[in-house]
């Protein structure tokens, strides 16, 4: 039927011209619509309710000013926000990222994709993201506090355990989550743990949630490559970035019998074709704020090329961990053309549409992100479980609770895929399982 087709291109045309300017929302929504018209024509409700265009509107977008002081008493004013997407299987939930990249489009791509991963864990969370323009590199403890105080001074009004539910994302980890969480339960004299998760394991964090996000992208890649009859044991992999998802990817991954050739920062790329020494790149970005580079100076015999692309390097194994767009066209014919087998997103819409089409192409085994980094997000649901029961679970008990959830996700998606007719096309079978789950809890709901 050519209506739903039709129909999807129409709401689609109204996302641009609603939303000028704002182009990775726009292709997070796309990548999302392209995938629909069988769901809408298999289910007419979802079109009479206009399920899809409610979809694609926030129910509520906040932005604000934050003020604060640095070092040497300079006033800065950076900008904050806060976008709850979709509250219908839960409070708002998804990071705050703090990098100057940020405006209102990274965040409403952001959390538009987290409806749908949300949805995917099965577990009670909306989607919804935050951020600031704010670059926490090269600023001292002192000034990230100030700038954290000053931005949950705002913020702390819109949220809360049953309302929205924040965590960490780029340039958001454990030292931002403490300052924030500080000030929130000071200005609402509340301990109230729930409202914030990626929390210290010490003061109501989960055990988990540090290594959640980089490990599940892994079990995620091992049930698409079992799926295939094949595992990630002894593959070389690259993984692209350094930060959280990375480091944690690169840990389950050698852990699996992978060797781990590669990683990167903004800066450059390390190779290393004896694998990567996982320690000096933990001291190097979780203890010394170090830039990648200084990787050489422990371990001559690898290289840093600076600026250069992570995809030129023959892998079997893609694991993009940095962030959006970060892979073209040029970047997945490469790796196609070097034999990679699989590429697995823990980073948010690595991949631009253009490679998406090369991959699929190359008939790679593809996982997307919304449901392959979905681990992080599920393991800050159990957090909340943690918290509402005042409970502290062991680390085995919490990684068994991921795999799980992980594994989950890759049935829903397998599935999804096969009874629309795209067998081994994650990437349908995400958007659909995801979409129809947030649209039947709309319909139930009514018009609201
Ligand atoms: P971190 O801030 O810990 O690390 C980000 C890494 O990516 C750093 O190595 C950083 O290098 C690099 N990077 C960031 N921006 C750019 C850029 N524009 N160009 C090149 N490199 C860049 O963030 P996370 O590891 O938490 O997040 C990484 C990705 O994973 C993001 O897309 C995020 O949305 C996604 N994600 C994170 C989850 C989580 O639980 N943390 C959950 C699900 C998805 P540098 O330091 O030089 O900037």
New binding site residues.
Partial sequence: MPEATQRISEIYQQVVERNPGETDFHQAVKEVLDTLAPVLRQHPKYAERKIIERICEPERQIIFRVPWQDDQGEVHINRGFRVGFNSALGPYKG?L?F?P?VYLDTIKF?GFEQIFKNALTGLPIGGGKGGSDFDP?GKSDDEVMRFCQSYMTELYRHIGELTDVP?????V?AREIGYLFGQYKRITNRYESGVFTGKNPSWGGSLVRRE??GYGVVFFLEEMLQARDNSVSGKTAVVS??????IYAIEKLQGMGAKVVAC????GVIYDPEGLNLETVKQL?EVERA??SAYVKHHPHAEFREGASIWDIPCDLALP????N?IDEAAAKKLVEQGCIALCE???M?CTPEAMKVLEAGKLAYGP?KAA?AG??ATSALEMQQNASRDAWTFEHTEERLHDIMRNIFRDCHNAAEEYGEPGNYVVGANIAGFRRVADAMLAFGLI
């Fill in positions: 990071g990222r990098h990249s952001l590199k965590a960490g994302d780029i340039g980890g959640a996000t970035g350094s930060g959280n998802v990375a990167s920062d903004s800066g970005k830039r990648i961990c940095a962030t959006q970060e823990g980073a948010n690595p992100g980094n992080g997000v």
